[in-house]
């Protein structure tokens, strides 16, 4: 690329929204459904002091590219990131420094072509009977149920640090007796001399505690732990680590300075449950994705605090970052509002035995790796999902399993592992290897179609199959019913909302009886209807949600709530009828 003339000069291109999926805004269909390269192109202009100052780092972030990105600036190649779901970075600062131009020209070109090897999986089908299609002509298919959707789906940022900084921290935290434990851990950049500084505040500012030092121990007595929020009257207690890092230079001291929302919690797995900061917790909530109209998979903070309303409306007290990680801005929503994630990473859909391989599972560690580095400080998340569904009988599935459950508690020892299986107890490989059982199932719905009666007797079969196996916590990672919004039908018959309704019921019953023994916990399939790929068991997309799309209840959405408001009981009373309860102002500073 001629690293002076823009991409407007190498033919006509859009406007295209950021963050946005480009699928959705056109009105164009080979858009929509576009597979390869896709070129964004933005020029902005630098503060003086980012391009004079060469005390100054400058950093471009990007909060997720989806598929396969190659970073430019100013026409010179800075990074390549493969994985839709992630952050990556590049230090720009020589960049931008060497000449005297304050204008920065950043350029990403993305490809969403997913292959076997890719997270997850696809497979590019090339279809080469002339008599039925035009010369070249190739499909991407991929064994999930959601639209691939593509581009950049979170904001892409310019920030700057001191050539010496903060580059992680990493804190963990335990409870001795009623004194919080937090073990810190802070890497820096740029300088082997440096003094760092490290305070502890509480919610009203007061210092609990500091030190000094890249590593150590901070002790506070008498610590409100972090609770999530339908267990504790102050639940979702959040503390600030505020670490500042200091080096000498010609012009004096100069800092970086970091605060990071802490919050004290344990996280325990028995036999029987799972348990926070020591007391049984039952997740009762929903599994997401991160979809919507026009925007696709697009972050939207409009959009993230009416769902964060919805699910304290449902009495929701958990979800699952089905199925790839989320931005980060909803895990610091939780951590919050004191709801719990089970953080997945995009392994979906691994089912072909190429998927297997040494070159797959290489990649699904350096994923794992990312999340965990990611996401690992957010109090919220309490166990890691490194798949859903995959064909875990499949004979490498045992091997890849063990492998990346063993990398993954080795980079976080701190939090259960788990995948999310559909595949028969007696011939799953890879459940060995988990903390918690996390079963999907679609009783009633996928066969047995109609015969409502014939759940209990399977589900209760289902969790007594795996528990005997294995004794280990069980979870309904999924169960639900599709319905089309306003299509009533009594006796209920399929796609209509008494449907989903009277399916939802027979499992409660069987819920009910199990989560008295060894059932830790009911993930709905799914919180809101979202789009798929077109197929003809598809109706514009899958209705599976207890609300639309447009994030309006479905008859589900009540019997839901009634029932997450009743498990909820013991330590909070749902709020008065018809009213959700509202945030408090103050809450958002966006
Ligand atoms: C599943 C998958 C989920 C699908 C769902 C369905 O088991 O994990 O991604 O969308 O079933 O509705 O078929």
Redesign the pocket.
Same mark, same amino acid.
């Given at each position: 690329m001629n690293s002076r003339k823009g991409i407007s000069q190498s033919g006509p291109t859009l406007d295209m929204p950021v963050p946005s999926s480009f699928n959705d805004v056109g009105q164009d269909r080979q858009l929509r459904s576009f597979v390869g390269w896709v070129w964004y192109e933005r020029e902005v202009t630098l503060p003086q002091r980012w391009t004079q100052d060469l005390g100054t780092r400058v950093v471009l972030r990007i909060g997720s590219a989806h598929y396969y990105a190659i970073v430019w600036v100013n026409g010179v190649h800075v990074v390549e990131h493969e994985g839709g779901h992630l952050p990556f970075e590049a230090d720009i600062s020589k960049l931008v420094q060497s000449g005297p131009l304050s204008s920065c020209r950043i350029t990403i070109a993305i490809n969403n072509t997913l292959t076997p090897h890719t997270l997850p999986p696809g497979t590019i089908l090339h279809r080469t009977d002339t008599s039925k299609y035009p010369k070249g002509y190739f499909v991407q298919n991929t064994n999930?149920?959601?639209f691939n959707y593509a581009g950049l789906h979170r904001p892409v940022l310019l920030y700057t640090t001191p050539t010496t900084y903060i580059d992680d921290i990493t804190v963990t935290t335990s409870v001795d007796q009623g004194t919080g434990l937090v073990d810190y851990q802070i890497f820096v950049q740029g300088s082997e001399h440096f003094q760092l500084e490290v305070r502890l505040l509480d919610q009203e500012g007061k210092v609990v505690a500091q030190g000094t030092g890249c590593r150590g121990q901070l002790q506070v007595p008498n610590a409100h732990l972090w609770w999530p929020y339908l267990m504790h009257e102050h639940p979702a207690y959040l503390y600030s680590l505020e670490v500042r890092v200091t080096t000498q230079t010609a012009a004096g001291p100069v800092s970086d300075f970091y605060t990071l929302p802490v919050g004290i919690r344990t996280v325990e797995v028995t036999e029987r449950q799972f348990l926070i900061n020591g007391k049984p917790f039952y997740f009762h909530g929903v599994n997401k994705h991160e979809d919507a109209d026009i925007r696709g998979r697009g972050f939207d903070w409009a959009l993230l605090v009416k769902d964060f309303n919805l699910l304290r409306w449902l009495g929701a007290n958990a979800f699952r970052t089905?199925?790839y990680p989320y931005a980060e801005e909803v895990l610091q929503l939780c951590d919050r509002y004191g709801i719990v994630v089970i953080d997945e990473s995009p392994g979906?859909g691994i089912v072909l035995a190429q998927s297997y391989g040494n070159r797959s599972l290489q990649h699904h560690l350096e994923v794992m790796g990312e999340l965990v580095r990611r996401d690992k400080n957010h109090p919220a998340v309490v166990m890691w999902s490194v798949a859903?569904?995959p064909a875990s009988f499949l004979p490498p599935a045992g091997y890849y399993f063990k492998t990346l459950i063993a990398h993954t508690k080795a980079l976080d020892p701190s939090r259960p592992v788990t995948f999310?299986t !559909?595949s028969n107890y007696e011939a799953d490989l890879g459940a060995p290897y988990v903390d918690v059982i996390c079963v999907?199932s679609?009783y009633s719905w996928?066969h047995d179609y109609g015969h409502l009666e014939v759940i209990p007797l399977q589900l209760a079969t289902q969790f007594e199959n795996w528990y005997r196996t294995y004794q280990k916590p069980i979870i309904q990672s999924?169960y639900?019913a599709?319905a089309i919004p306003g299509f009533h039908q009594d006796p209920p018959v399929m796609f209509s909302e008494e449907y989903q309704k009277a399916l939802l019921q027979q499992y409660h019953m069987v819920l009910d009886e199990k989560r008295k023994n060894y059932v830790v916990g009911e993930l709905i399939?799914?919180f809101a209807d979202f789009m798929?790929d077109q197929a003809p068991q598809r109706v514009m997309g !899958?209705k599976?949600g207890i609300f639309t799309r447009q994030r309006q209840p479905k008859a589900a959405a009540f019997l839901l709530r009634e029932r997450y408001w009743q498990l909820a009981n013991d330590t909070r009373r749902p709020p008065a009828a018809g009213g959700a309860q509202c945030l408090e102002s103050g809450l958002f500073h966006v």
């Open positions: 999930f149920d959601f089905s199925h979906v859903n569904e999310v !559909n999907n679609y996928y999924e639900g599709g399939w799914n798929t !899958n599976k």
